[in-house]
């Protein structure tokens, strides 16, 4: 077999993430659209996506500050549903924690759901790659998909108010989270966490603030690590 060279791990990468403009694309647009909506201007909402790159962070606090909320719960809001990224990051630091610190800076900037779930899936494929091939294959992952965010987020806050509400591009949201967590769920462990949070978020919609999420997100770990670590001593996991 042809040894693999850091090229392939670029092609690889580019050709990985390329499906997910479908689903980012319309999620940007939709957004552009509700931040100009909500009274900040083209270059702010640009900027919201530039500096966070979090679409479901960004649409809760910017929910939660149209709602009036203290900022300091909508910041804390937004934190909570990007609580992820901590785990993403842990998950990927035994395969590029020993990069230089520019590249680990710049790889926790471009951490977002799409090139956590490419990467971490490919490395488990690729055990034999370098440093070097893995760190081109994560940056590959984001061409396809963070250049899109930021035009795409400046087409709909430049479009603003005259997509028509019969086009709901709303769809964008469930679907892509649907896409990436889905074949993640491999696992007890995954199914527990998965169910309780899910059921926990419902059950207290009634929460102000959506201070739910943060609740259920909170019980949803704790289940999953509960559950992780009783089918380890069972012999169930490895």
Request: with cysteine; hydrophobic share 55%.
């Given at each position: 077999?042809?040894?693999?060279?850091?090229?392939?791990?670029?092609?690889?990468?580019?050709?990985?993430?390329?499906?997910?403009?479908?689903?980012?694309?319309?999620?940007?647009?939709?957004f552009?659209?509700?931040?100009t909506?909500?009274?900040?201007?083209?270059?702010?909402?640009?900027?919201?996506?530039?500096?966070?790159?979090?679409?479901?962070?960004?649409?809760?606090?910017?929910?939660?500050?149209?709602?009036?909320?203290?900022?300091?719960?909508?910041?804390?809001?937004?934190?909570?549903v990007?609580?992820?990224?901590?785990?993403?990051?842990?998950?990927?630091?035994?395969y590029?924690?020993?990069?230089?610190?520019?590249?680990?800076?710049?790889?926790?900037?471009?951490?977002?759901?799409?090139s956590?779930?490419?990467?971490?899936?490919?490395?488990e494929?690729?055990?034999?790659w370098?440093?070097k091939?893995?760190?081109?294959?994560?940056?590959?992952?984001?061409?396809?998909?963070?250049?899109?965010?930021?035009?795409?987020?400046?087409?709909?806050?430049?479009?603003?108010?005259?997509?028509?509400?019969?086009?709901?591009l709303?769809?964008?949201?469930?679907?892509?989270?649907?896409?990436?967590?889905?074949?993640?769920?491999?696992t007890?462990a995954h199914?527990?966490?998965?169910?309780?949070?899910?059921?926990?978020?419902?059950?207290?919609?009634?929460?102000?603030?959506?201070?739910?999420?943060m609740?259920?997100?909170?019980?949803?770990?704790?289940?999953?690590?509960?559950a992780?670590?009783?089918?380890k001593?069972?012999g169930?996991?490895?």
């Open positions: 077999m042809r040894a693999t060279t850091p090229k392939s791990p670029l092609k690889q990468g580019i050709r990985d993430a390329a499906p997910f403009i479908l689903v980012v694309s319309p999620f940007a647009i939709v552009g659209v509700v931040a909506e909500s009274g900040l201007s083209i270059a702010e909402t640009l900027l919201f996506s530039v500096a966070v790159i979090a679409g479901a962070a960004q649409f809760t606090t910017l929910q939660l500050l149209n709602e009036n909320a203290p900022a300091v719960i909508a910041l804390l809001s937004g934190l909570a990007n609580l992820r990224m901590a785990m993403y990051s842990a998950s990927l630091t035994p590029l924690g020993a990069a230089p610190l520019w590249q680990r800076a710049l790889v926790a900037y471009l951490t977002v759901d799409q956590y779930a490419c990467s971490v899936a490919a490395y494929r690729n055990a034999s370098t440093l091939e893995r760190m081109t294959y994560f940056f590959a992952c984001c061409l396809p998909v963070i250049p899109m965010w930021y035009l795409m987020t400046l087409a709909g806050a430049l479009i603003g108010e005259s997509i028509p509400e019969s086009a709901a709303d769809f964008a949201v469930p679907i892509t989270f649907l896409a990436l967590i889905a074949p993640m769920m491999r007890p199914l527990a966490a998965a169910l309780v949070a899910s059921l926990a978020a419902l059950s207290l919609t009634w929460v102000p603030y959506n201070l739910g999420l609740i259920a997100a909170t019980f949803g770990m704790i289940v999953g690590a509960q992780e670590l009783i089918l001593k069972r169930m996991m490895t």
